[in-house]
């Protein structure tokens, strides 16, 4: 058994600060992630909503594409640096809780919009969603939450 010095204390202060010297970095990665995430989930929204016609077909490939190549992948990499963040800081406030539920909508509001895009390619008469406006209107609410919960936050 060995028994911990201070020289362990330095390397162990020396590598939190390493960590810390990237955390704006993650902040940045999150932030990202995020618009990556939300901007073409509103986009995908709008585009089922609009008119549905025969020659959209090709679009509503493009569709699915946006959603398994780019929301998609965006969403898991806003979750895991939102994640890593939140470990880093590791507290637990009302206003974390409030936000990890509105994004915990969100999120099924994701998985929502592609059964949608699925249902959109997979049909071969054009399909109208009828509850975009809803969908649309509650990630506004869900996104808007979110980022009101986050800028009033407390300060630490």
């Known amino acids: 058994m060995r028994i911990a010095t201070s020289a362990d204390s330095a390397v162990a ?14 902040k940045l ?7 990556l995430w939300c901007g073409p989930l509103l986009y995908l929204v709008l585009a089922l909503a609009g008119p549905g016609d025969d020659e959209r077909l090709t679009q509503r490939r493009v569709l699915r594409l946006l959603y398994t190549s780019v929301a998609t992948p965006a969403a898991l990499l806003a979750i895991g640096s939102g994640t890593l963040i939140f470990l880093w800081h590791g507290l637990i406030a009302p206003w974390l809780l409030a936000k990890l539920a509105v994004v915990a909508g969100i999120v099924l509001m994701h998985a ?16 109208r969603c009828r509850g975009c406006t809803a969908l649309l209107g509650a990630l506004l609410a869900g996104m808007s939450a979110t980022a009101w919960l986050v800028l009033s936050k407390p300060a630490p």
Not at 29 to 35: D, F, R, S, T
Not at 116 to 124: D, K, M, W
Request: aromatic letters at 6%; charged letters at 20%; hydrophobic letters at 55%.
């Open 13 to 26: 202060q020396e590598g939190i600060v390493e960590w810390a010297d990237h955390l704006p970095w993650l």
């Open 112 to 127: 929502g919009v592609g059964l949608l895009v699925l249902r959109s390619e997979r049909a071969e008469a054009p399909v």
């Open 29 to 35: 990665l999150h932030i990202g992630a995020v618009v």
